[in-house]
Every structure is written in C-alpha cells, then in structure tokens.
C-alpha cells in the first residue's frame, strides 16, 4: 500500500542558549541555537521529522522556505516513489524549479530548507522500514545507495560505476564492524568545556569533569585573542595531560597569514587539528595553512555548503579531516556524496555535532561509514555537545567518551511535543515569558 504525503507543518523552534554563552566562540559570540522543524504527515499514523539547524535571527526566513519546497515538490507525492530513485527525486528538488534554484543554487537559506525538508523524508523511511537510519542504509546493497546519490557536478572526481565498487569492497566483514559498535561504541570528543564565553575557572572544572567522565579528545574554541588562547589552552594541558588529545576551533575568525602565525604560538600544545581557521569557501586559504603549519592538521566543513565544495577540498588535499554538516547539506542524499568522496580520498569523516540535533544525526553517520564504507576508526571521532538532549524523544547513550548506536526507527532527532510548544518562537512559553 503506498504511504502518500498530505500535509507538512513546519515550525520555528528557537532555544535562549544564550543567555548563559553556551555554544559560544569567536564568530559566534552569543548564538540561540535553533531549528527549522518539519513534520511531514501521511494518510495513517506515520510522519517524518526532519530539521535544519540556525542560530536564531533568519530561521523564520528558512521555515518559509521550506513551506515551500515541501508544497511544491512533496506533498501528494507516494514515498515508494520518492524513494525508488531517491537521486533523481533529489536532484529535482534542488533544481527543478529554475526561480528557486536562483535564490541558492544548492546553499545558503534555500539549501538549509531542503536539509530539513530531505531529513525528514528520511526519518519517514526509517520508520516505513522499522529501523534507524544508520541500520538502514547499511542492509541497503550497493546499487540501492548509489541511487540515492545525485552526482551532478562530482561524476569527473567519482561515478556511480567507482561508488558502486567503493561500497562492495566493505562489504567483508560488516557484520563484525555492527557487532564492535554496539558493544563498544563509536569514539567521541567533547566541546563542552571549551566554549569561548566560558570563564577560565569554568573551563578548567568542567575539562576536570570531561577528563573523570573518560573523554580522550577535548575540543578548544579560540581566535578572538591570540593571548587568552595560550592561557587557556595552558590550562586544558594541565588537565586533559598529554596522552589526551586537544583540538582547536578558529571559527573562520582569521586570515590566512594570521592563521599561521597563531597556530605556529599554539604549536606547543599539540594540537591535533586547527578546524575552520579562515572563510570556510577558501579552499586555496586552507591548502596553504596546511602547507605551512604540518603537521597540526586542518579540520573544515561545517560550513561548506554542497558537494562541490566538498569535492574541491579534496581535490586541492586542504582538509585533513572532514566536517560535514548534516543539516547543512541537503540531507542524506548529498551526505553519501561527501563520504563516498571523503572514502576515495582517504580524508577521515568527523562530522559537525554543535547544535540542535546534529549529534543525533551525526551519529548515524559516522556508524554508517565505519560499518559500510570505509571499516576504518583511524582519526575518526564524533562531535559532542552536552545541551538540550533533552528535548528529544530518543536519548543519546554516551559512556565513557563513546557513543553508543540509537536503537529506535528513524534519524534519532524527533523533538518532544512540550519541547516544540514551549520553545517555539515567537509565541511559545519560553519566548513569550521573556518579551514581558
């Protein structure tokens, strides 16, 4: 029987984050992180939730927009037959109405929506098929991936023909990859202690806390004053020690010259990368500050808008270390693109986690990858950012600095309904209180 689309809703979910700086940095100094929330409806029970995440100001324009693409490209449509040939439905989505496609192409407000929108299609086949989006997409066979993957723009750097290949060739040895991750988990850091509006006393307990939790990996936020970053990252080092390791993140707050003369001050901290240390387009800008800082390594991604961006990065060997972001990217469909790159180009995935719900749907990510395509843990680590967990129906389950593989159906980031009335935005309790 086939399960048609009827209605979306689509809602403006913002979170007063802050109000005590959490989520802070350099760029980003004082952020609410929210998210545009899309709820697809069937003719029976089943719905797909789906989001893209903001920080706030702009996220009433990303709901219009998503209002729209699921209007003009989604509701009536059967999801067998969205799911049949799931690229070329993608494909159409992000191209086929020439006068949205304008207001993108492929980035920015119109790319977030189709995040939300495509996310949510995914959550809905998960819970047709009664399992997690990760369990899902690694029973699929390799043809039935690749089908999901538009390769417009990529088909010079890799086919449908080499992904196909790529893919069988994890095949051995999967079951035992599934198996190792549900008993032991998959390996996370945590950026929890090092938000720039943090006191340094704050910084230094909760980096206690981190390290008495087991967490091996810590990450560092810096790039507002070059002087303040040596004297916190001095007092990570005294916690975390030097078996652990430190990472830094410059939020795009530098130039490239200035970049490398930091990092070189930073050097004798060890850390394992610098992530975003310029304009996140500047895939020239990163080459060069990883010609001249080796072997500090370069994190970059979270703000790389599509698969062609992704692709020149590659090209260029200016990332080390691979940080997409799931809900910035068009879904899915185009996450399988970059890690099906990232996989021919040996860059290790490390996908983005500080926000709403991207640990949630990083999680099935990076278990998808290590169990399907790449059976490869070496210098993969996942994002972990301790707040608003709360709000979703599926709990994380993270011990020791591991995260363990969500059980439920779907993508692990339904909002609960109290959450959704209370933080919705402007008219929810919590919004509303605060405009008395």
Known sequence: MATKITNVVVRDIRFPTSRNLDGSDAMNAISDYSATYVTLQTEGDLEGHGLTFTIGRGNDLCVVAARELAEMFVIGQNLEDITADFGAFWHKLVAGDCQLRWVGPEKGLVHLATAALVNALWDMWAKSQGKPVWKMLVDMSPEDLVRCVDFTYISDILTPYEAIGLLRKAQPGKAAREAEMLEKGFPGYTTAAGWLGYSEEKMRRLAREAVADGWTHLK?????????????AQILREELGWDRQLMMDA?????????????RRLAEFNPLWIEEPTSPDDVQGHRAIKDRISPIGIATGEHAHNRVMFKQFFQAGAMDFCQLDPARLGGVNEVLAVLLMAAKFGVPVCPHGGGVGLCQYSLNIVLFDYIAVTGNLENRVLEYVDHLHENFKEPLTVKRGRYYPNPLPGYGATMRAESLDRFEFPNGAEWAEEAK
């Open 220 to 232: 560092q936020k810096i790039g507002a004053d070059i002087e303040q970053d040596v004297r916190r």
């Open 251 to 263: 939020n795009q707050n530098w130039d490239v010259d200035q970049a490398v003369e930091n990092m």
